[in-house]
């Protein structure tokens, strides 16, 4: 079983050794087979990620899709610390943005909504971003637990993205992590159990 760090090492060779071409093959096969997803087109409320597409899927077209009929929520970081503050304020919630235009540059350079609307997740469903997968339903992210803070208490499809050659053998967690209840690469859809066994 792979742990978390040498799974990232390997994710990382990985994805940077993938052709541009392949990866917008990719990305716009992903986009697609999200577009085909009822947990997604169904709902009126999505929490996503607006994605950088030198190191993310490209799923920026299809969150337009998305977007026409539904409201759009985005992560905002509020607390950038590796652990919780000690009085239990968030580091993490969502907020509401239409598309890029709504959006604003963080301390990371990612973009992000308005901090003065946030609110706790309470979104339909949830597209995550991850740098991959393992085949027992753990998500690889960059090792700072936003996300499985954010999601702690979420029970809806929660879909990730993933490249094929990014889905790895079994990765060892912990039993906090959030895993993805759908895995969407370019060629296949995947439902895992909510939360899978370590």
């Known amino acids: 079983m792979l742990t978390k760090g040498h799974a990232r090492d390997l994710l990382t060779a990985i994805r940077y050794g993938l052709p541009d071409s392949y990866r917008r093959y990719a990305d716009a096969a992903i986009a697609r087979r999200l577009l085909r997803l009822t947990e997604l ?3 009126q409320e999505i929490h996503a990620f607006w994605p950088r597409p030198d ?3 490209d ?3 299809c969150l337009q899709t998305l977007g026409a009929c539904a409201k759009l929520f985005f992560p905002v ?3 950038h610390q590796r652990q919780p503050p000690a009085d239990g304020t968030p580091r993490i919630m969502e907020a509401e943005a239409a598309g890029e235009a709504e959006l604003m540059s963080s301390r ?3 973009l992000e909504p308005d901090s003065r609307y946030a609110r706790p997740f309470a979104a339909e469903a949830a597209i995550i971003p991850g740098f991959g997968v393992g085949t027992n339903g753990v998500r ?8 499985d803070e954010l999601l702690a208490n979420a029970e809806c499809p929660i879909v990730m993205p993933c490249y094929e050659a990014c889905v790895l053998p079994e990765v060892a967690g912990k ?4 895993r993805p209840t759908i895995i969407v690469t370019e060629s296949r859809i995947r439902r895992n159990s909510p939360r899978m066994a370590v």
């Open 55 to 57: 190191v993310e899927i």
């Open 108 to 110: 990371w350079g990612l």
């Open 59 to 61: 799923i920026r077209d």
């Open 140 to 147: 690889i992210g960059h090792g700072w637990g936003f996300y």
């Open 41 to 43: 087109t169904g709902s």
């Open 175 to 178: 039993k906090y992590d959030i």
């Open 77 to 79: 970081i509020l607390h």
